[in-house]
């Protein structure tokens, strides 16, 4: 099972951009997929969650702090993920992260997620 992150880069303040996350291996549309993040000298911390295609209503979860300016979305013909980030902010940089888990995904549980990606870098300059 492989999730490749792609799409980071060097913005300014108030640029959008758009995450990517490939995945191989694995049924996605079986499995509740999520983004986290961790800043620089910072803990991991959940961005948004969406829950598996297997049901006829998919839900999102996104962090107080991403509310209205980040979409996580998902598009299961090309077992892919996506972040697509709005208005970014200088407190937006990190490093991001693709997770997927079969039995859910929390925004609190990154370690609890069965597969991770390995991370791609957002800065947002002011």
């Known amino acids: 099972v492989q999730l490749v992150e792609s799409g980071g880069g060097l913005v300014h303040r108030g640029d959008s951009l758009r995450l990517s996350c490939a995945t191989s291996?694995?049924?996605?549309?079986?499995?509740?997929m999520g983004w986290f993040r961790q800043a620089p000298g910072k803990e991991r911390e959940g961005v948004s969650c969406?829950?598996?295609?297997?049901?006829?209503?998919?839900?999102?979860i996104d962090a107080d702090s991403v509310k209205g300016r980040f979409t996580i979305s998902r598009d299961d013909a090309k077992n892919t993920v996506y972040l697509e980030m709005n208005n970014l902010k200088p407190e937006d940089t990190a490093v991001y992260y693709c997770?997927?888990?079969?039995?859910?995904?929390?925004?609190?549980?990154?370690?609890?997620?069965?597969?991770r990606g390995k991370g791609t870098l957002v800065t947002v300059s002011s």
């Open positions: 291996g694995l049924a996605m549309r079986y499995y509740h």
């Open positions: 969406i829950s598996d295609a297997d049901h006829e209503t998919i839900t999102t």
């Open positions: 997770a997927a888990d079969p039995e859910g995904c929390l925004l609190g549980n990154y370690h609890g997620m069965d597969y």
